[in-house]
Every structure is written in C-alpha cells, then in structure tokens.
C-alpha cells in the first residue's frame, strides 16, 4: 500500500520534470516572437507600353483639289446648256457650259459670204491679169480684200468658238455659277473646276501653329470609310488677322491613297508634334527619386527589383523611358516610398490604363 510519504516523493520529481521542461522551452518563444517576418508591400502595377509616344493635336480639316481653275464667260450669250452636274468627273475638253450668242452667228454667216465673194473676185482678178485684161493694182487690191475677210471671219469664227466652254483639264466640277437659261456678259463666272490631284486643308489656330505645327511635320488623316493614311504639312499660310486670328495648313493626299476622296468631304487631322525617340513608356506615377536620377520598381514574383531609367517625352499620365525593361514587364505605381530592391510586394490591382 502507497503511503503519503510515496505520494509526495513523486509529486516532487514531477514538478521538478516540468519545471526544467519549461525552461528549455522559453527561450525559443521568445527568440520566435523577436524574429516576427515583415509582411509584404500592397501595390498596384500596370504594364509597361512598347510603343513611343506621341504628342499630338487633332483637327478637322476638308479635300480639296490641288488645282483650282474658274472658268468665266468670254463672249455675251445665254446659258444654252451645262455639260456636267456638280461632283461629276470631267475628262480634258469636254464641254462644260454652251452659251447661244445670235449676234456672233449674225457676224460669222456674213463675214463668210464676205469671205466668199472676195476670194472669188480675186480668183477672177487673177485671170484677167493674166490676160492683161486689168492691171496689177486692181488685183493687189482684190487680194487685200479677200485677205481682210479671211482675217475678219477667223476672228469671228474664234469668238464664236468661245460660246462653248471645255475642261481644260480632266477634274471634277465643284460648283456651277450659273444656271441653264441665264444672260451672262463676258468675265462672269460660269463654273468652278477642280484637278484630279487633291489635298487636305485645315484652319489652325495660331496658338497651335506656335505649339509646334510646321511644315514638314507627319500627320495622319482618316477619311470617310477608309484607313489612316501618313502624310506631312505641305504647306502654312495666313488665313484670317485679328484676334481670331487662323492659319491654312495644308497636306497632300497620295493619289492612290485618297482615290475615293472627293472635294468638300471631311477627314480627321492629327498632327505629330513630337515623337519620343525610344519603345518604353510607364505610367508617370511609377517614377521615384525624380530629383536624385530616375528609377522605377518592377514588380518579378512578388519581388520589386529597382530599374534605374532616363525620362523623355510625358504625354497624359505616361512618360518615355530608356533603357526598356524586358517585354512584358510591370512596374509599380503606388507605395513607393516603401519600396527597395529585392522588397516583397502583394500586387493589389493590376492596372491597363493610367
């Protein structure tokens, strides 16, 4: 039978036993809760473009042709017929606008039998001084005369030649002056003739050409149902003075590229003011240390590896940057007063835009 005195003995080893487990086991807790790990840096990331930027203005701007003739009345008439409706396609020489001058057919059907009976007294001359039957005066005379209707009926045939107006170049009427049936006087303006060849006119402000539009600058243009096409600033002239004050700038349009273009349609202008020379561009938020050199944190496996960088070109929240991070890249663009090389990061969102 266990007595009292056993009972204690081994209660005694028992808190002795636990007494030196728990000292060996303290020191480890405390040493686990001294080395607690420093949790990760919440950051959003948006990926690095590969395209350079672009400072741009964007303005609308109209086909017009290159070549711009208007035809005006050369001799008094009455509009007899037009040969072509506005925007139709007209082949060099064709008839555009008859005029019905009776006074000129009048002077052309008697200079002709003017014309007639001179030449065949100067044949008839011709004989008879062969003969010796009229002298030399008479015939030198005769042959004046016929000479002078000759003269006098080329003339009138010539302005009555001038009743029918032609392209003189293959084009598109562009706007009719006139209508069928109207007096016209000489110097009237008939019709408005524009060339195959066509170009792009646009009004620029002048604050804008001061920006930077200049020729020879590119330019893009997208026209009614169809692609972009690159182009350049051809020319820039003064259009308007005073406070609203404009400019005409101009592009040309490759004929092959514009061949469905026609004059007065509208087509969309932006002009490259400037071009950042390299492929890369972040966000302008991911940039730190701005004032000690530029770097910027890309985000690899959770880690953020500092990437030291010259700026360039800024345009709507993202600047050109250079050397280019490897393709497919992302960089941080928040928390980045807390980070550093080789830090621990949680990408939180991950930004497409801005």
């Not at 959003?44 to 400072?55: G, N, S």
């Not at 600033?233 to 349009?253: I, N, S, W």
Request: aromatic share 6%; proline share 6%.
């Amino acid at each position: 039978m266990m007595t009292r005195n056993t009972w204690s003995r081994d209660g005694a080893r028992f808190a002795l036993a636990g007494a030196i487990l728990l000292a060996a086991l303290l020191p480890g807790c405390k040493r686990e809760s001294a080395e607690t790990k420093t949790p990760p840096v919440a950051v959003r990331i948006a990926p690095v473009r590969t395209v350079p930027l672009q400072r741009t203005l964007d303005y609308l701007g109209t086909v017009a042709p290159v070549r711009q003739v208007m035809l005006a009345a050369r001799v008094q008439g009455t509009v007899a017929g037009l040969g072509a409706e506005e925007g139709e396609p007209v082949a060099e020489g064709r008839d555009l606008a008859v005029l019905h001058a009776p006074d000129l057919e009048a002077a052309v059907a008697r200079l002709r039998a003017d014309h007639d009976y001179w030449s065949r007294r100067r044949d008839e001359d011709e004989g008879l001084a062969a003969r010796g039957a009229v002298s030399q005066d008479q015939l030198a005379a005769s042959e004046r005369a016929s000479a002078a209707a000759a003269a006098a009926l080329a003339e009138a045939e010539a302005r009555l030649g001038w009743t029918r107006e032609r392209s003189p170049f293959a084009g598109t009427v562009l706007e009719w002056r006139v209508e069928a049936g109207q007096h016209v006087l000489p110097g009237q303006a008939l019709v408005l003739l524009g060339g195959m060849e066509i170009e792009v006119e646009v009004p620029v402000v002048a604050e804008d050409l001061r920006a930077g539009i200049e020729v020879g600058i590119p330019a893009f243009l997208t026209g009614p149902e169809s692609g972009t096409i690159t182009t350049a600033v051809d020319e820039v002239a003064p259009a308007a003075t005073g406070r609203g004050r404009t400019f005409a700038v101009t592009l040309r349009v490759p004929a092959e590229a514009g061949a469905d273009w026609r004059p007065g349609e509208p087509v969309r202008v932006r002009f490259a003011l400037e071009e950042s020379t390299g492929g890369a561009a972040v966000p302008s938020r991911a940039i730190a240390g701005r004032t000690e050199g530029n770097w910027i944190f890309l985000i690899e496996d959770g880690i953020a590896r500092r990437w030291k960088v010259t700026t360039g070109l800024e345009v709507d929240g993202w600047v050109s940057i250079a050397p280019a991070p490897p393709q497919g890249s992302f960089v941080a663009v928040t928390n980045l007063d807390r980070l550093s090389d080789g830090v621990a990061v949680f990408s939180v969102t991950q930004e497409a835009g801005s």
